[in-house]
């Protein structure tokens, strides 16, 4: 397909009549951290959920993978939407939906209605989010870009470790005697501010060229998302039943269907969901690769470590959110050196990024095998800070040189697909680690299975620090 590009002047003056203020990029990093937040949030609640609903085990990871499916799923579709009816208008509309949706959570009489209420609120999500990066990269330029950029990517990871430690604050606090529910009640009020805010401080734009929705693609992408992630979320609990092997093995063939759906709209001339011209390139496809990895190991640890210190080192929800407390503490610090740090060495920060964390990880297996089950706060400091350091370093970075050749009339869809890549990716870390762990501790004990899942996350970051050696030595 042909395609001319049109300028970042040109975007602005036809669809952005005003650039992005601080305000208003505070507001979109808002709309970006929520969603994020409520991914790990109810991690340590879990526990509290399952004898307050009387719910499965299965049912439970629902909870989680009903809000992630409808998240990954819903993304690229939420992205072209914005392109083509203005990115705030859907901003706002994702975000009060994600509101009413929360509220909804916190309600639910049972577990099912808490399982509908969290899909329509990772629906609500997939909305939201793919406008925050659309309209960065569409209403900023030059350096305020990248500091933008930088900004969110380090939003975004501070969200996935902070949400783990407020979810363990709220639940024990019991607020009003709400419970776990409070874990959802608080976004209210929280997206009450953020749409004041939006309606004031974030500027409306939308592609120049408004592209029409692949129907086709759309429904492909979204099967061929759910014939990976829903039998990998709920085989075990399920017991992998036949519809579970029967899905994965339709993974390959609905994934190589949507491929060869979007390469012949591509060559008549029509607007595929992904265009492939996007991964022609070069900085986006890279990251996007490097992103699979460090998703994956980062949310399959945030959730194993969650159930290893409640249900095996005895630690209660407050305790145990506030032994990653370091982590949260270090990515902040570190990703506010991040920009900096890029100018000067510019991709390499990503693979010394790398080494820092497989050196955290390493000190927080030593403390696990040396002080099990009495490790807390102060077993897991070290391990942690130096981790949260080492992500700082990558997630950031990565994010930025994936959006930084994607052209302005392109940002919905592009951002659409990274931030579809990412929840992705998480949520196969759960499915995956958190496997892996959960079936190791009937033989192997806690201690070893803990162990032996951290072992594995050290091999996917090592394989992240060797792709980010293919990566452009400059970051734009």
Do not use: H
Not at 331 to 351: D, E, I, K, Q
Not at 381 to 394: E, F, I, K, Y
């Amino acid at each position: 397909m042909t395609e001319t590009l049109t300028t970042p002047a040109a975007v602005r003056t036809s669809a952005a009549p005003r650039a992005l203020g601080s305000l208003g990029l505070f507001t979109v990093l808002l709309g970006a951290a929520l969603p994020l937040i409520d991914f790990f949030i109810v991690n340590v609640a879990l526990p509290t959920m399952g004898r307050d609903l009387a719910a499965s085990e299965s049912v439970l990871e629902l909870v989680v993978a009903g809000y992630g499916l409808a998240y990954a799923v819903l993304l690229v579709l939420g992205g072209r939407l914005g392109d083509l009816f203005g990115r705030r208008r859907l901003f706002l509309g994702g975000m009060a939906a994600f509101g009413l949706t929360s509220l909804a959570c916190g309600l639910a009489p049972d577990a099912w209605s808490l399982v509908a209420a969290r899909v329509a609120q990772g629906a609500s999500a997939a909305a939201m989010v793919p406008q925050v990066l659309a309209t960065i990269q569409s209403s900023t330029e030059g350096p305020r870009r990248a500091k933008a950029m930088s900004l969110y990517g380090a939003t975004a990871g501070l969200a996935m470790v902070a949400g783990q430690i407020l979810g363990g604050v709220l639940v024990a606090a019991d607020l009003a005697g709400s419970g776990w529910r409070s874990v959802f009640l608080v976004n209210v009020p929280v997206v009450v501010v953020g749409l004041v805010l939006a309606v004031r401080a974030v500027p409306e734009t939308r592609s120049p060229r408004p592209e029409p929705v692949d129907g086709p693609g759309t429904v492909l992408l979204a099967a061929a998302l759910l014939t990976l992630l829903a039998p990998l979320t709920e085989g075990r609990a399920a017991g992998w039943p036949l519809w579970t092997w029967l899905s994965l093995a339709a993974f390959p063939l609905v994934t190589g269907a949507f491929l060869a759906v979007e390469r012949r709209a591509d060559r008549q001339g029509r607007t595929p969901l992904v265009p492939p011209s996007l991964f022609a390139l070069t900085p986006l496809r890279r990251g996007l690769t490097i992103m699979v990895p460090f998703a994956i190991g980062f949310s399959g640890f945030m959730f194993v470590i969650a159930v290893a210190l409640q249900s095996g080192a005895g630690l209660g929800p407050v305790r145990a959110g506030l032994a990653l407390a370091p982590m949260a503490l270090a990515f902040f610090l570190v990703s506010l050196a991040g920009p900096r740090l890029v100018t000067r060495f510019g991709a390499r920060v990503v693979t010394a990024g790398a080494v820092v964390q497989a050196v955290g990880v390493v000190l927080i297996l030593l403390a696990v095998r040396a002080d099990w089950p009495d490790v807390g706060f102060v077993a897991l400091l070290p391990g942690a800070a130096v981790a949260g350091a080492g992500q700082a370093l990558q997630l950031p970075v990565v994010m930025r040189i994936v959006m930084s050749e994607v052209p302005p009339a392109r940002a919905g869809v592009g951002s659409g697909v990274m931030v579809t890549t990412q929840q992705a990716s998480l949520a196969l870390g759960v499915a995956t680690l958190g496997t892996l762990f959960l079936s190791l501790v009937p033989g192997m004990g806690m201690r070893n299975a803990l162990v032996t899942t951290l072992v594995v996350q050290l091999g996917g970051i090592v394989v992240t620090g060797l792709l980010s050696l293919r990566l452009p030595r400059r970051v734009g």
